[in-house]
């Protein structure tokens, strides 16, 4: 069964500064990848997904992730975080090759200091 | 268009008792899934429903937890004789299978409070 593994619990920047938040995967198959934010008091939206074609996804607000297979890794990076980014991203992984099944981490809270 | 719907948004019940919590998903979505959202577990798997076809149950955590989909649309999620160690958000999602809209839609959720 597919796992997923987020490796930062709580994040705290400056605005301005660089993000990558790591997230690792564990299934042999075929994968489809996804980025959820959730804003405080909002519902879990979609920041971006991968299924297949260029390794690197440009999603909503300036934010991209990179698959990288041999390294079963989906990081997001956003090159200059506002204190608007101020949320809670979870990484999330379907076995494409298989069923519709979607297995989240344990997500990253991410506090952005204005 | 509405999104996904959930109800009630918060519910309190005293350990031992039942709870039913409710699922509207998106019309058209053939796919529904609920998550149990709490502090330091992010999002736990615990059932999805795709289609016609059977359910993945397994992520229920045990044979208190059952939920069923009646029509391929409305969702409701039962919690037989609730724990403490129950009280979480529960969350509900929808998708629509497409390559391009391959893209789970989230209710708001239901807070469950077992006291």
């Known amino acids: 069964a597919q796992s997923v593994s987020q490796h930062n619990h709580h994040v705290i920047l400056s605005e301005a500064a660089s993000l990558e938040l790591g997230c690792n995967y564990s299934y042999g198959g075929t994968v489809n990848l996804f980025w959820y934010v959730q804003y405080p008091g909002q519902h879990l939206q979609l920041l971006l997904k991968y299924f297949s074609g260029d390794p690197l996804v440009k999603g909503i607000k300036g934010f991209e992730a990179e698959f990288i297979k041999s390294k079963f890794s989906f990081n997001l990076r956003k090159p200059s975080v506002q204190w608007s980014d101020t949320a809670e991203y979870f990484c999330?992984?379907?076995?494409?090759?298989?069923?519709?099944?979607?297995?989240f981490g344990k997500g990253t809270r991410l506090h952005i200091l204005p | 268009g509405a999104g996904v719907s959930q109800s009630p948004s918060n519910k309190v019940t005293e350990k031992g008792k039942d709870v039913e919590l409710r699922c509207d998903p998106i019309s058209g979505h053939t796919a529904l899934y609920w998550y149990r959202q709490s502090l330091g577990q992010g999002l736990e798997f615990l059932i999805y429903?795709?289609?016609?076809?059977?359910?993945?149950k397994s992520g229920l955590p045990s044979d208190r937890f059952s939920a069923e989909r009646t029509g391929g649309s409305v969702s409701t999620l039962t919690i037989q004789r609730t724990q403490q160690e129950d009280s979480a958000v529960y969350l509900c999602?929808?998708?629509?299978?497409?390559?391009?809209?391959?893209?789970?839609?989230f209710g708001p959720g239901t807070r469950l409070t077992v006291t």
């Open positions: 999602a929808s998708m629509h299978r497409g390559v391009e809209s391959y893209e789970q839609y």
């Open positions: 999330a992984v379907n076995a494409g090759d298989r069923d519709d099944k979607i297995i």
């Open positions: 429903f795709q289609g016609n076809s059977a359910p993945d």
